[in-house]
């Protein structure tokens, strides 16, 4: 009995690659290719927007592949794991034909956070956190975009409950440019098959038990057969998880 109470719980693990996954691989890819192509002819300053989720890096990988002229900008938070930090460092060794942008948060508005409500108040309350996530990545994305026409993200439906009517295309109100998720229709398992087959590099915290990663006090493990997304703020209701990126 001492044993099972001490036992940690399993956690979540990189997914197990079935052969109809590895089937459908290529279709997936080609179609993604279709995809980036009808973007890059119909817009000309496309950016990605690079969380160096594994999402992302297979976006990534197929803009390099197909040598396109995009931009990859990464939002450095200052609060990022330093797992994530060596991740990006080895993206760029990797992709030398994709440029990468580093966008920070402006120091007097994070100073002013943590002299008003305290280094960690995020906790406190949702209001909190998003004002947190406001100056840590809403207005460093404001000036990461400022001259594109078309982003390019990561998301898929089936991460989360908030991105369920998610499509391949929307329109940026906020700033009045496109805005495409060229993967809204991938699996969990169809992402790490492209990894996986391509040996592209990620993340260390996913062997770890983290299926997804932002910042550092944000994130957690997740227990096998919980959400993919309970551990990014989990501290708070399913519905409220988004830090505004996305709205």
């Known amino acids: ?9 399993d956690l979540w693990q990189i997914p197990q690659i079935a052969d109809e996954t590895l089937f459908r691989l290529p279709e997936k890819i080609a179609t993604l290719q279709n995809r980036l192509k009808h973007i890059f002819q119909h817009h000309q300053n496309v950016k990605l927007a690079n969380s160096l989720a594994v999402e992302d890096t297979v976006i990534l990988h197929e803009l390099a592949q197909m040598g396109a002229n995009c931009v990859s ?41 943590v002299q008003n409500f305290g280094e960690f108040a995020f906790y406190e309350s949702v209001d909190l956190r998003k004002r947190c996530c406001f100056i840590r990545k809403i207005e460093p994305l404001n000036r990461a975009l400022q001259g594109a026409n078309a982003w390019l993200t990561g998301q898929r439906r089936e991460q989360s409950i908030t991105r369920q ?6 329109q940026d109100t906020a700033r009045n440019i496109a805005k495409f998720n060229p993967i809204y229709d991938w699996s969990e398992t169809d992402v790490w098959a492209h990894i996986l087959q391509n040996n592209i590099v ?3 915290l996913y062997a770890q038990g983290y299926p997804s990663i932002g910042c550092e006090p944000c994130s957690m493990p997740v227990k096998l057969g919980d959400d993919i997304r309970a551990g990014r703020w989990w501290w708070e209701q399913r519905d409220s998880k988004e ?5």
């Open 202 to 204: 990620f993340n260390e």
């Open 165 to 170: 009517e998610l499509d391949f295309q929307e």
């Open 1 to 9: 009995m001492e044993n099972n109470i001490l036992r940690k719980p």
């Open 73 to 113: 900008f990464v939002l450095e938070t200052g609060k990022l794991n330093a797992e994530t930090l060596r991740l990006a460092q080895k993206l760029q060794t990797d992709y030398p034909n994709i440029p990468f942008e580093f966008y920070y948060p402006n120091q007097k508005d994070s100073d002013d956070y």
């Open 243 to 247: 830090c505004g990126l996305h709205k």
